[in-house]
């Protein structure tokens, strides 16, 4: 198991069994289950102005440094629904995704991954008449009880945000420490330089209470004791 911070995963090249589609721009996570969702790929020259969405589910394990396989054809990742860079992902967009590259919708289950507790894709192991028959499944609505809208949000959005604990300000959020098999979000890196100096503060995402998305802020359960007295990003 290797944890690294998000920021490192930008630039990073994706390349498909068939060759290199492009590097990683951007990374999504959720704020529900708090783990990496999609990886956005700036396509390049290859798709000039496209940007590909590539779930971890796709990723191969045993990541080379700097380069992250996918198990996809770069046929399949230009054929897949497009993403409007400027518009927030919506659940819909989730699903038609989820259906075209066939593997199961993290938000059905109870598991960090829905089904699973890591990220496993279905489109290149299960059967063609079973990828057929999830294909066609164009009407299909969201699991009942599940939430209607995606949780997902930019790492680019979220970094500056401002860190509350329980008895007063903290910091602001400056990346995000990323498990890379199960990509789950282990800990917030919180930049404490208003308060501590030259400390960089980890709080697990167990400690969240509450995003505020609108005034950019983070509201979490611990005291700044607490903050003061836990790991540090070295």
């Known amino acids: 198991m290797l944890r690294q911070a998000v920021k490192d995963l930008r630039g990073d090249a994706i390349v498909a069994r068939d060759g290199e589609i492009g590097s990683v721009d951007d990374v999504y996570l959720d704020d529900e289950r708090w783990t990496v969702r999609y990886l956005a790929v700036d396509t390049g020259n290859w798709l000039p102005g496209r940007t590909a969405l590539i779930s971890p589910a796709c990723v191969v394990p045993n990541r080379e440094r700097r380069a992250l396989r996918v198990a996809l054809t770069r046929e399949q990742i230009e054929r897949s629904p497009s993403v409007d860079r400027d518009s ?4 819909s967009l989730e699903a038609r995704h989820a259906r075209y590259f066939g593997y199961p919708y993290y938000w059905s289950g109870q598991y960090l991954w829905g089904t699973a507790g890591m990220p496993v894709a279905s489109e290149w192991t299960e059967p063609a008449a079973a990828r057929a028959a999830r294909a066609a499944e164009e009407g299909r609505a969201p699991a009942a009880g599940q939430p209607a809208e995606s949780r997902v949000r930019s790492v680019r959005e ?3 945000y401002r860190l509350h604990a329980a008895d007063g300000d903290v910091g602001r959020i400056e990346d995000f420490v990323v498990d890379d098999e199960t990509w789950a979000i282990a800990d917030l890196i919180v930049d ?13 995402p167990g400690a969240v209470a509450r995003v505020d998305w609108e005034n950019r802020e983070v509201k979490i359960r611990l005291t700044r004791d607490e903050v003061e007295r836990g790991p540090v990003r070295h």
């Open 88 to 91: 927030p992902i919506s659940r």
């Open 158 to 160: 979220v970094v500056g």
């Open 192 to 204: 404490t330089r208003s308060w501590l100096p030259g400390k960089k503060a980890l709080v697990a």
